[in-house]
């Protein structure tokens, strides 16, 4: 069982940079963030293995960025160039393997419990 925790959620700007972060309590292979607007399903944000592999799904493109450290069983995601539309709880997943549908819910085992962030216009 790997725990998860997350933090560095808050208010900021559009236009503003957040940095959010997860600790592990034990090694993982595949790291990834999700996000969950009220009223919206689950959504991929980015993912990050330990081989150095990285993904990031529409919304993260261009603005987030995912960054990992092995051997500390930590994982950051620095929010640039933020928009309302970025607003929603933040939960952090990983899984000891890496799996081809990185984007999927179910490609993670372990989760936090969410960080919100909200981004005022």
């Known amino acids: 069982q790997v725990l998860l925790v997350e933090s560095g959620g808050g208010l900021v700007q559009a236009g503003g940079s957040l940095r959010l972060s997860c600790a592990a309590s034990?090694?993982?292979?595949?790291m990834a963030w999700f996000r969950q607007a009220p009223g919206k399903e689950r959504e991929f944000v980015a993912a990050?293995?330990?081989?150095?592999?990285?993904y990031y799904g529409g919304s993260a493109k261009g603005r987030f960025i995912i960054s990992r450290d092995v051997d500390k069983n930590t994982m950051s995601l620095q929010m640039n160039s933020s928009k309302p539309e970025d607003t929603a709880v933040y939960y952090c997943?990983?899984?000891?393997?890496?799996?081809?549908?990185?984007?999927?819910?179910?490609?993670?085992?372990?989760w936090g419990q969410g960080t919100q962030v909200t981004v005022s216009s």
């Open positions: 034990g090694r993982t292979f595949s």
């Open positions: 997943a990983a899984d000891n393997v890496g799996k081809a549908a990185y984007y999927r819910r179910d490609a993670y085992t372990y």
């Open positions: 990050k293995w330990s081989s150095g592999r990285t």
